[in-house]
């Protein structure tokens, strides 16, 4: 059979896998918003699962490590407004794009020297066939996907629909920047939220500690606190650098970073598929 496009396999699959019996969960973006197919973060959203029709989805890498930090909170003192910052890592764009990351940091490092690096960076040439349309090593691109409405990308639109979906309730603002940062693995996440009703730093940490799948590093005092290069290869979602807004009322930021192809893609898929069955 020939897959349709640049449209995920389960576009020419899922229907006939369905017809046979299957239950499918997929990884990809063509199903996650339509009106049928539950989209899925066992720790957050696990019963809508059950309304399932053959499909289920699972969500964005970023969308899923943010939902799974906030919705304890969210429960206990609901969150009004959202703004986040991304740092991506570039295994999120396949094994080619890491391949481009390797390549360009492998040939800078190789025939050029720091002094000259300093003065002229983008010394990479792209071609048609790179991941990135620009040089990814010693950079930081402030796309992922491609521009849509208000001049946002599909991957920043995704965080604010998927979400939305899966708190289900369209009342949280919810506004996001994703940026590919030269990380092999592993998504990193600034987030600011306003809540509801007020709560200290220190019940976020005691609330995120009991969390199920959630992690707290935050130790200001012996400089600890997630990151990339340590997550990387886990299957929680980890927080961190959880403070108050000192101006502005309910307002909190915390550090979230997780393996984006662990629970932010196969790990929540297969909590998915254990939780149909009885083992979550
Ligand atoms: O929507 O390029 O599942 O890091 C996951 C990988 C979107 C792009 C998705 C990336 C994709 C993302």
Known sequence: MILEGDKGAAVTF??????????VIDNGADFRMCKDVPLIVPEVNAEAAKKHKGIIANPNCS????????????RKVGIKRIIASTYQAVSGAGRS????????????????????????????????????????AFNALAQIGSFKEFDYTT????????????????KIKISAT?????????????????????????D??????????VVVIDEPSKAEYPMPAKVSGNDDVFVGRI???????????????SDNLRKGAATNAVQIAEYLIGKR
């Open 14 to 23: 899922a229907k006939d896998a369905v017809k046979c019996g299957a239950v």
């Open 204 to 213: 976020v940490k005691k609330l995120l500690s009991k969390a199920k799948g």
């Open 243 to 257: 403070r108050k807004d000192p101006f502005v009322k309910n307002g909190l930021w915390m550090w979230v970073v």
């Open 97 to 136: 794009a890491l391949n481009q990351l390797w390549e360009e940091t492998g040939y800078l490092l190789k025939h050029s020297n720091l002094e000259n690096v300093l003065e002229n960076p983008m010394l990479c040439r792209t071609t048609e066939q790179s991941a990135f349309n620009y040089q990814i």
């Open 155 to 170: 991957e920043e639109w995704k965080m604010v629909h998927e979400t939305h979906k899966i708190f289900n309730t369209k």
């Open 178 to 202: 994703c940026i590919r940062v030269p990380v092999l693995n592993a998504h990193s996440e600034s987030i600011y939220l306003e809540t509801l009703k007020p709560i200290s730093p220190a």
């Open 63 to 74: 969308t899923i490590q943010m939902v799974t930090a906030l919705a304890p909170l969210h």
